[in-house]
């Protein structure tokens, strides 16, 4: 038993981050394969369970839903018919839905006290602004805004960017940027010093198709909610819960755009 309770100590975790990915991967699942893979494992069912699920038909029709007791609800908690085998599964995210259907399945798992794996229904939403649809490659969100290196490097490589700690020797040029690469998307967002939030700019990648604007919902989203948030204390009400503290950063009263 003390060996079965470390194996799960170690593979739930890296089950839930792997789950969390499939935004950034787009990563998705054919019906059946989700049922055997992560409703019919009794493991990965303890987080698949707790988590909205968007199911995609042939023709382009949706239903997002959760699993229970064999089936599948709505936010109203109304049966939804079952899904063909040629219909895909995708980890839900508020951005696929209008914000009274977010809303209804926020009063439902409250109502319910169901405690999701990680942050799913009130995940930040990054709606991309008029000035970033018009720069296109870059945002200015972040700029200006002087943090510690050595808890932002630590954040950032936990959440998947590539980036090196700056030496008071210098860096060469790979180094200099920090960068999240999402192949999927077909763009990979990078900044510039981790010690100064510069603009976050957005690089067509040539192994994958680009998107229809570097600056789409996307790929703003995931990697916005990436990057940490200075001025949160580290236990706070914020929705990403892993903020800096307060005191690992100030506000920069220079512009650097």
């Known amino acids: 038993m003390e ?13 839930r981050r792997r789950i969390e990915s499939a935004w950034r991967d787009g990563r998705h699942w054919n ?28 023709q382009s029709e949706a239903v997002v839903a959760m699993p229970r007791d064999g089936g599948l609800v709505d936010h109203a908690g109304v049966r939804c018919p079952v ?6 599964v995708h980890l839900w995210h508020p951005l696929d839905s209008p ?6 399945w926020r009063e439902r798992l409250a109502r319910q006290t169901i405690q999701q794996p990680f942050i799913q229904a009130w995940r930040p939403v990054y709606v991309v602004t008029d000035a970033e649809l018009a720069t296109q490659s870059y945002s200015n969100r972040f700029a200006a805004h002087i943090l ?26 790979e180094h200099e940027r920090v960068r999240l690469i999402l192949p999927h998307h077909g763009v990979a967002p990078s900044s510039g010093s981790p010690a100064l939030a510069r603009a976050c700019r957005t690089s067509r990648r040539r192994s994958a198709a680009p998107p229809s604007t570097p600056s789409s919902p996307r790929t703003v989203s995931p990697s916005s909610r ?31 755009a």
Request: proline share 9%.
């Open 148 to 173: 510690e290196q050595a808890p932002v490097m630590a954040i950032l490589k936990k959440r998947g960017w590539t980036a090196y700690n700056r030496s008071m020797h210098g860096n060469n040029a």
């Open 99 to 104: 914000a009274t259907t977010v809303a209804a």
């Open 3 to 15: 060996n079965a309770a470390k194996d799960i100590a170690l593979i739930l975790p890296e089950a």
């Open 83 to 88: 899904p063909g085998p040629d219909w895909t």
């Open 31 to 58: 019906y059946q394969g989700w049922q055997d893979r992560l409703i019919g494992n009794g493991l990965l069912r303890t987080l698949s369970e707790r988590l909205i699920w968007r199911f995609v038909g042939p």
């Open 226 to 256: 990436s990057i940490p948030r200075p001025g949160c204390r580290t236990r706070c009400p914020c929705p990403s819960m892993q903020c800096l503290p307060a005191r690992s950063a100030r506000r920069c009263t220079t512009s650097t």
